[in-house]
């Protein structure tokens, strides 16, 4: 893979991961609520999510997802559900201070933030046509594929990993400011709404 292909590719990911979105809202609000280190395993969860759909796009579903109107639906509209459900949970979730938060009060556990940010990786059906229409914009077809792919892919994990822990640190430096109950649900109240909003937005989505 040439150099400048491959900074060009480190530039537009850079970019398009920054952008605020359900994964980076997640990762933000688990920092407020978890921490860093708790929250690394929500973005394990949303990692895993995103190599899901990227295997399944080079395996084909991103191009059959953009070519059949009856399977983008139901993947988008399965997503948008849980996004509006999420939201609402979020939203109605009794706010209560940081500092008294268990370890692992059962619904907080290591496998439901895991599960929480695997879920919402899969819930937006354009991120198989993305990864399907992105990568073969950076690969050379004269060249072996699988090295090329190998590169993109590291590459992209690593530059959404970073972006995730960003946001966990943002969020978790907020929760300092977050000393009473009323900061906390208006911040409940604030992420609640912007998944409720992402759901409806992404259920307006169309394949092109």
């Known amino acids: 893979m040439l150099l400048k292909t491959w900074l060009l590719f480190v530039t537009t990911v850079f970019f398009i991961s920054a952008t605020p979105g359900p994964n980076m809202l997640l990762a933000m609000t688990h920092g407020i609520h978890h921490g860093v280190r708790r929250t690394s395993v929500t973005c394990l969860g949303l990692m895993c999510g995103l190599g899901l759909i990227m295997i399944c796009s080079v395996a ?3 191009v059959l997802l953009a070519t059949s109107e009856k399977l983008f639906s139901i993947v988008k509209y399965a997503g948008a ?5 999420l939201g609402i949970k979020t939203w109605r979730s009794m706010p209560q201070q940081l500092q ?16 929480t940010g695997f879920w919402v990786a899969l819930s937006n059906p354009k991120a198989f046509i993305f990864f399907a229409a992105l990568f073969p914009q950076f690969i050379d077809a004269q060249l072996a594929q ?3 792919l190998a590169i993109l892919s590291a590459t ?6 970073c972006w995730q822990f960003a946001y966990a640190s943002g969020g ?3 929760s300092g400011w977050l000393s009473s109950a009323r900061r906390l649900k208006l911040v409940n109240q604030v992420a609640g709404g912007a998944f409720v909003g992402a759901g409806l937005l992404l259920s307006a989505i169309s394949r092109s």
Not at 100 to 105: H, L, Q
Not at 156 to 161: C, D, H
């Open 172 to 174: 978790a430096r907020l």
């Open 60 to 62: 084909g579903l991103g």
């Open 156 to 161: 992209f994990f690593v530059i959404e990993a």
């Open 81 to 85: 559900a849980y996004l509006v459900y």
């Open 146 to 148: 699988g090295p090329q």
């Open 100 to 115: 008294e938060r268990p370890e692992d009060d059962g619904k907080h556990n290591p496998w439901a933030l895991f599960r």
